[in-house]
Structures are given as C-alpha cells and as structure tokens.
C-alpha cells in the first residue's frame, strides 16, 4: 500500500532522514520504522515568515517496496559500425546529444579542443597560482564545458524543450545523488560533476561511440551548402551525416570562421558587469531572518532584477549564476584577459557567497563596433576583459572595489578577504567598465539595498569582469527542425548558438538537435 503526504516540516526533520522516518511514523501511526519506505518527491524552502518551513511532498509505502527510482534505463546499443556523426563539444550540449544518438542507433564522434575533466584540473592550477592561461583548456573550454568546474547548478527555465526529470535521471544514472530529483534548485557542485562527467564519457565510449581530445576544430567541409564534416586542427577531416556545433559561448574563433566562410551568424543580446561577493552569512541573515541557519539549512541564495536608465535608456539589471557558499574564480580563455566567473563545491560550505551582476547590453551600445558585423557583441565583449586585465596589471590578479564605495564613487582604501585565488587590486572599477554599465550597476545596487536590507554594505565587493553570462552570437537555425536557416547538415546547439543558459537548457537542446538531425538524415 502506497500513501502520499505533503507536509510542512523544521528544516531539523526535512533535512534529516532519521528524524523525518521518526516524525512520518508518528504521523501514520507506525510501530516500528521498518513497516514502511519513504520516497522523497519534493522539497522547497519557505523563508517568507519569522519560522522557516520546507515543504515536503513524499510517497510512504507500506510492507512493499517502491517502484524503481529511475524510468531512464542505462541501456545503449552498440554502434561502432553505424552510420557516424561529428559532435563538435563535449559539454552538456556536446555529450547529451551524443548519449542520444547512440539510443537512436547512431554513432557520435565527439570532438573536445581541451583535455578530459581530470586532466583539466592542472590547468586550472595554473590559471589560480601561476596566472597561466592555457587557451585550450580552462574553466570554459575541457570535457564537460564551463559549468563542470563553474558551479553545477541544475534548474532551468527551459521545460518546454524537453524533458528536465530526464535529463536528471541520466544524471543521478552516471553518479549523481538522487536529491537532485526532489530539490526545487538542485545542485551536484564542482567537487562532484568532474566524476559523473567522466561517467558520462564512459557510456559514450562502451556503446561504440569515439572521444577524442586535444581535438581542435579549424575549419568546415562545405560541399553545395551542405556542411559533410569538419577538419581539425592535425588536418584530419572527419565526416558525417551531419555536424552538431556545441562550443560554448566562448569559443570566439568557431564564430570568426563561420563567419569567414560566409556561414550566416548574428549578433544577439547578451549582459555584462562584475561579481559581487558577500560574507554567505550575511546574506543568511538577510534571507533566512536569523542570526545562523544552523545545521541543516542550506546556504541562502537570491535572485535580484531592477530596472534603470541611463541617458534616457532603460536597462536591465540582474543577477546572475548566484552561487552560495562558494568562490570566485578566473575564467579567462586566452592570456591578456581577465574574466570572472563563480562556482560552489557540493556542500556549498565556503563562508563567502557571490553571484555575477550584470547590465543588458543594447544594440545601440554596439554601434562603434558595427566593422565586425555580427561579431560586434564578441569584440566589445573582448576590448572590456583585455582592460581588465590591463590596469590590474597583466596578470589574472583582478580589479575590485567595495561595494559601497563603488557607489559613492569613492577608492577603497583596503579591500577584504577573497575566495578569488589569483588576488585582488582595489581600482576604480569606472576604469574598467563602460559608463552605461557602471552608471546601470550602481542604480541597481541603490535598488537592491531596498530590497534585501543590508545587501548595500561595504561588508561586501565587486570583482571585474563577469562578461561570459551568454553568448554575444547566434548561430540562426530552424525553429521546427533545428538546422541552420541557411547550411543543411549543421545543427547549432547549446549555449554558444544562443539556445541555452546552463547545463540543464543545454542538455535538453543536445538531445532535441540529435533527433532533429537524425530524423531528417538519419537511414
């Protein structure tokens, strides 16, 4: 027998499985906990009130056991001898679509410009101590893409795409820990996703399907506006039924060749400003109303958005990628830049919280760069970041200013502790940023302070630049069948055609543009 309950709990029952059997066994009159199995379906924060409740909707089986957690089934034909497709990406995009290929028949060949997810870490070593940027592998570029080592976060606003409880489950199949099935914002974090990622990969390699690293794409195979394949940077052209592009939002030279060979891309809107970084227990108190949340609480979140003018203009003001108990950290994709990024291990245990702020950034702003077309958005992007890193002083060592100072226009003297490892040089960030941005963020912030009191505060400050929240280039395709508008046999997909923000978004447009393609080629 199978009972459903919503219940409102203390966090120190619905975060603590022993002391929630106790409580559920009281509830339906239970002797003994072994009568009956739990099986969480839902859970969500309400810190509305004085007394933080969660929300819990579960399933409570009685002297049975329930039904398999997963529908997915981790089941993959061999392909080795199918018909073969280039997958150029092994993010969340370039890796669920080749998982999808092999369970339509089809054998993906995905090819990653950086190393394997273990390899990468000593990359990122270098970025962090050495201030050595390695183009080819950072926190961008590697297998898994930006959000293996930039946070982990799973929710997404894409749910009309494609089925988000499935890509969850392919997740908890390679590794994952089935909370993310039942968390209203599940996260896995960094410290965990390089594992499942490599899970992943695994299942690509076991059904037949290829991998290969170190793998750089240069250029296309076009034969009458058909793209049949690519060529790598060795000089080997692979070829295929068709090519799904999943690079990432900061592969520049992907959308600089397409671009000369005449291959239809556009700019798109994108934003830009810094990471703010608050003591986490701060935004605690902020957000949870107590002076500690204790033992069971999560590390607090927010998610702010204002509205301000400038000259006139009315823009966009938001946060972006918040990431609680968690770091800062550089994400650079070549040397001469100096990129932000943030990210949180697991249990989100870091005692700093940040979060990008960034300002819409409207066509009308791009107009001194309208030489590079469709590119305008990239080099703007670019020209920032290169400043950045120019007047902190040619390395990854960041420009940043108290929060509240930023707002009053006034140096800060001395600025606080950091979990950005490369360090921190106090500048004015005017210098860095455009006016219109650095004018949008300081109205935002007033308004934020309104908001969440005690947000504005010089406990609190900006670290320049936060300049990759999406891509500044599209690359069109077809509503209905997700070819490009223009090359047949090119399937753009994921956050660096402009389809995607996130791992989750990502993976659902990987295995749509799988079908699409093989719907349309397949044999």
């Given at each position: 027998?199978?009972?459903?309950?919503?219940?409102?709990?203390?966090?120190?029952?619905?975060?603590?499985?022993?002391?929630?059997?106790q409580?559920?066994?009281?509830?339906?009159?239970?002797?003994?906990?072994?009568?009956?199995?739990?099986?969480?379906l839902?859970?969500?924060?309400?810190?509305?009130g004085?007394?933080?409740?969660?929300?819990?909707?579960?399933?409570v089986?009685?002297?049975?056991?329930?039904?398999?957690?997963?529908?997915?089934?981790q089941?993959?034909?061999?392909?080795?001898?199918?018909p073969?497709v280039?997958?150029?990406?092994?993010?969340p995009?370039?890796l669920?679509?080749?998982?999808?290929?092999?369970?339509?028949?089809?054998?993906?060949?995905?090819?990653?410009?950086?190393k394997?997810?273990?390899?990468?870490?000593?990359?990122?070593?270098?970025?962090?101590?050495d201030?050595l940027?390695?183009?080819?592998s950072?926190y961008?570029?590697?297998?898994?893409?930006?959000?293996?080592?930039?946070?982990?976060?799973?929710?997404?606003?894409?749910?009309?795409?494609?089925?988000?409880?499935?890509?969850?489950?392919?997740?908890?199949?390679?590794?994952?820990?089935?909370?993310?099935?039942?968390?209203?914002?599940?996260?896995?974090?960094t410290?965990?996703?390089?594992?499942?990622?490599?899970?992943l990969?695994?299942?690509?390699?076991?059904?037949?399907?290829?991998?290969h690293?170190d793998?750089?794409v240069?250029?296309?195979?076009?034969k009458?506006?058909?793209?049949?394949?690519?060529?790598?940077?060795?000089?080997?052209?692979?070829e295929?039924?068709?090519?799904?592009?999943?690079?990432?939002?900061?592969?520049?030279?992907?959308?600089?060749?397409?671009?000369?060979?005449?291959?239809?891309i556009?700019?798109?809107?994108?934003?830009?400003?810094?990471?703010i970084?608050?003591?986490?227990?701060?935004?605690?108190?902020i957000?949870?109303n107590?002076?500690?949340?204790?033992?069971?609480?999560?590390?607090?979140?927010?998610?702010?958005?204002a509205?301000?003018?400038?000259?006139?203009?009315q823009?966009?003001?938001?946060s972006?990628?918040?990431?609680?108990?968690?770091f800062?950290?550089p994400?650079?994709?070549?040397?001469?830049?100096?990129?932000?990024?943030?990210?949180?291990?697991?249990?989100?245990?870091?005692?700093?919280?940040?979060?990008?702020m960034?300002?819409?950034?409207?066509?009308?702003?791009?107009?001194?760069y309208?030489?590079?077309?469709?590119l305008?958005?990239?080099?703007?992007?670019?020209?920032?970041?290169?400043?950045?890193?120019?007047?902190?002083?040619?390395?990854?060592?960041?420009?940043?200013?108290?929060?509240?100072?930023?707002?009053?226009?006034?140096i800060?003297?001395?600025?606080l502790?950091?979990?950005?490892?490369?360090?921190?040089?106090?500048i004015?960030?005017d210098?860095?940023l455009?006016?219109?941005?650095?004018?949008?963020?300081?109205?935002?912030f007033?308004?934020f302070?309104?908001?969440?009191k005690?947000?504005l505060?010089?406990?609190?400050q900006?670290?320049?630049?936060?300049?990759?929240?999406?891509?500044?280039v599209?690359?069109?395709?077809?509503?209905?069948?997700?070819?490009?508008?223009q090359?047949?046999?090119?399937?753009?997909?994921?956050?660096?055609?402009?389809?995607?923000?996130?791992?989750?978004?990502?993976a659902?447009?990987?295995?749509?543009?799988?079908e699409?393609?093989?719907?349309?080629?397949?044999?």
């Open positions: 027998m199978m009972k459903q309950l919503k219940l409102t709990l203390s966090p120190e029952i619905a975060y603590n499985d022993e002391a929630l059997a409580y559920i066994a009281t509830k339906i009159s239970a002797v003994n906990q072994d009568d009956f199995t739990i099986r969480k839902k859970r969500s924060i309400d810190a509305r004085k007394n933080i409740k969660v929300h819990l909707q579960a399933e089986y009685f002297n049975e056991s329930p039904p398999p957690l997963l529908d997915y089934k089941d993959y034909p061999n392909v080795a001898q199918a073969q280039v997958v150029v990406g092994a993010g995009g370039g669920f679509a080749a998982l999808r290929l092999i369970e339509l028949g089809y054998k993906p060949v995905v090819l990653e410009r950086g394997d997810v273990q390899t990468r870490r000593r990359d990122l070593a270098s970025i962090n101590k201030h940027v390695n183009g080819e950072n961008c570029f590697g297998e898994g893409g930006a959000g293996t080592y930039s946070d982990g976060k799973l929710y997404t606003r894409s749910k009309k795409r494609g089925s988000v409880r499935r890509i969850l489950e392919i997740l908890v199949a390679h590794g994952a820990v089935d909370d993310i099935l039942v968390d209203t914002h599940p996260h896995i974090g410290n965990k996703l390089p594992r499942i990622v490599s899970n990969r695994e299942s690509v390699l076991q059904a037949g399907g290829e991998v690293f793998t750089k240069t250029d296309f195979v076009l009458e506006g058909e793209m049949k394949g690519v060529i790598t940077q060795q000089g080997d052209k692979i295929g039924l068709g090519v799904i592009l999943a690079t990432g939002h900061s592969a520049r030279d992907i959308f600089i060749r397409l671009h000369e060979q005449g291959i239809y556009e700019s798109k809107p994108f934003a830009l400003g810094v990471r970084e608050h003591p986490q227990q701060l935004i605690d108190q957000q949870y107590c002076k500690d949340r204790g033992e069971y609480l999560p590390a607090s979140s927010y998610s702010l958005a509205q301000a003018v400038y000259e006139g203009k823009r966009g003001v938001f972006f990628c918040m990431c609680p108990g968690g800062i950290v994400a650079a994709t070549a040397p001469g830049e100096v990129v932000v990024n943030g990210m949180s291990p697991s249990r989100r245990n870091s005692k700093f919280a940040n979060s990008g960034v300002v819409s950034v409207l066509p009308e702003d791009l107009e001194p309208q030489q590079y077309g469709a305008a958005g990239m080099h703007f992007q670019r020209e920032v970041e290169q400043r950045s890193c120019q007047i902190a002083g040619t390395t990854q060592t960041a420009p940043a200013q108290k929060m509240r100072d930023f707002v009053n226009k006034k800060s003297g001395q600025l502790e950091t979990s950005y490892q490369p360090g921190l040089k106090s004015a960030i210098e860095v455009p006016p219109f941005i650095a004018q949008s963020l300081r109205k935002g007033q308004l302070g309104k908001k969440m005690g947000y505060t010089n406990e609190a900006i670290v320049g630049v936060e300049s990759r929240t999406s891509s500044p599209r690359i069109p395709r077809n509503k209905e069948s997700f070819e490009h508008v090359t047949k046999r090119l399937y753009p997909c994921a956050e660096g055609a402009g389809y995607a923000g996130g791992i989750m978004s990502a659902i447009d990987g295995e749509k543009c799988a699409k393609l093989v719907e349309k080629y397949g044999k």
